[in-house]
């Protein structure tokens, strides 16, 4: 059975810090493209940051470089994402997701996890 879980969210003040972690379970992590997204009230889920099986070349959306930073343990089966500088526009649920293909930033990825709530307080 396959199982993203996310755990690390919560809430901080503007200009704090959280690191997300993702532990994978049911699927050989190793080889498989995982993805961070998040969904704020009202608005669509969107892309924040991937990477691919290998770890190289990591990719963010423009509202996040610089601040949030993706990796990925292969031995752990986890993925991790460092959110620094926080600000009140990152409040959001954030996904996990992972995928058997090449690493992309539109949502269609094949497992999903439940999401956990990043609160950022102004």
């Known amino acids: 059975q396959v199982q993203l879980v996310e755990s690390g969210g919560g809430l901080v003040q503007t200009g704090g810090s959280l690191r997300l972690s993702c532990a994978a379970s049911g699927f050989t992590f190793s080889t498989y493209s995982m993805g961070w997204f998040r969904q704020a009230p009202g608005k669509e889920r969107e892309f924040v940051a991937g990477?691919?099986?290998?770890?190289?070349?990591?990719s963010y959306a423009d509202s996040v470089k610089g601040r949030f930073t993706i990796s990925r343990d292969n031995a752990k089966n986890t993925v991790y994402l460092r959110m620094n500088s926080l600000i009140p526009e990152d409040t959001a649920h954030y996904y996990c997701?992972?995928?058997?293909?090449?690493?992309?930033?539109?949502?269609?990825?094949?497992?999903w996890g439940q999401g956990t709530q990043v609160t950022v307080s102004s």
């Open positions: 990477i691919g099986w290998r770890s190289g070349f990591p």
């Open positions: 997701a992972a995928d058997p293909r090449q690493l992309r930033v539109t949502d269609d990825y094949h497992y």
